[in-house]
């Protein structure tokens, strides 16, 4: 891990230019940044990013007072990719989680959801409330079936998850770190320029890929899918949640469009402000990581002063 840490780009090391911590959950070796002080901010990745996801909304944090937390899902970033497929249970994921918070004891914590951050840290949330302060979801999912149109379409989700054709594409040709992130950006030229190199870099090779097409598996297409139940318990809980919570959306999103999956969690969460529409696709952090930053201070600035007597 630290290796792959060393070869990073020059380029690269300066817009990552946080210590880099790392810990034990469950067995395998998390990488993790811990920066600032101050109430913590749980910032968390999916599918097949990291935390450089999020190295434009960490130093606004920060300078705005707060104590920030970027975990590498295991089989992700710099973290231990193990080459099993049972290593990565949707539940698993949500536990390694848990093992995090409970070492660094964190409480009075915001949980910032994107992509399959959404249903690990929205599951640590709900079965861990006495933890959480709120919760920021973005571009994400928290229910059973369908979950996107997108994910019933044979061509190109189901075939690339295919046995054969998943370890083919995603795991020899890296499609999902290479072409999938760079479709699924406002600003390309920027990704290609700033970001694209990282993300295939640390996923080097077909064993280190695997997380990319087996990790999708468990999403439920169907009532017999293997986290049926999951999502549904999820579903359930956020339904009767309280917790203070905002929506942030990519605008040009087509994987989970703002109008049908914003609008949702908006139905789960009355409560919750938002949705606020920023540029961006699926990866909106690549397009509007300032104004996350910005959006999420204010909201924790307001939650602030309501605490104030």
């Known amino acids: ?21 790392y810990t034990r959950v469950n067995g395998w070796r998390m990488h993790y940044v811990d920066e600032g002080t101050g109430d913590p901010v749980l910032l968390l990745h999916g599918n097949p990013t990291w935390g450089f996801l999020y190295r434009d909304v960490i ?18 970033g ?36 994107h992509d399959w951050g959404g249903p690990t840290g929205l599951s640590f949330a709900m079965a861990n409330p006495e933890r959480v302060r709120a919760l920021v979801v973005m571009s994400t999912w928290a229910w059973p079936t369908p979950p996107a149109e997108f994910h019933t379409r044979i061509f ?10 998943g370890p083919y594409l995603l795991g020899r040709h890296n499609v999902l770190a290479g072409r999938g992130v760079y479709l699924s950006v406002v600003d390309r030229e920027k990704l290609r320029r700033e970001a694209q190199p990282i993300y ?94 910005r959006l999420v201070g204010s909201f924790l600035d307001r939650l602030d002063g309501a605490d104030k007597p």
């Open 59 to 76: 130093d606004p944090l920060v300078r705005s007072g707060h104590r920030v937390i970027v975990p590498d899902m295991i089989g992700f």
């Open 156 to 165: 190109p989700w189901r075939m690339m998850h295919a046995p054969l054709v």
């Open 78 to 113: 710099l973290s231990e990719k193990p080459g099993r497929e049972q290593a990565h249970s949707l539940d698993g994921h949500a536990a390694n989680l848990v093992s995090l918070v409970r070492q660094l004891d964190l409480t009075r914590l915001t949980v910032v959801c």
């Open 1 to 21: 891990m630290d290796q792959v840490a060393m070869e990073l780009p020059a380029a690269i090391r300066e817009k990552w230019p946080f210590t880099p911590c």
């Open 200 to 293: 295939e870099a640390v996923l080097p090779d077909a064993e280190s890929r695997l997380l990319t097409w087996t990790w999708p598996r468990w999403i439920p297409l169907d009532e017999t899918a293997r986290a049926q139940a999951r999502f549904a318990w999820l579903e359930r809980k956020l339904r009767e949640s309280r917790l203070p919570a905002m929506i942030i959306w990519g605008r040009e999103d087509k994987v989970f469009d703002a109008a049908t999956f914003a609008d949702r969690f908006k139905q789960l969460l009355p409560h919750a402000e938002g949705p606020h529409l920023v540029t961006g696709r699926h990866f909106l952090q690549e397009d509007s990581g300032p104004e996350i930053a």
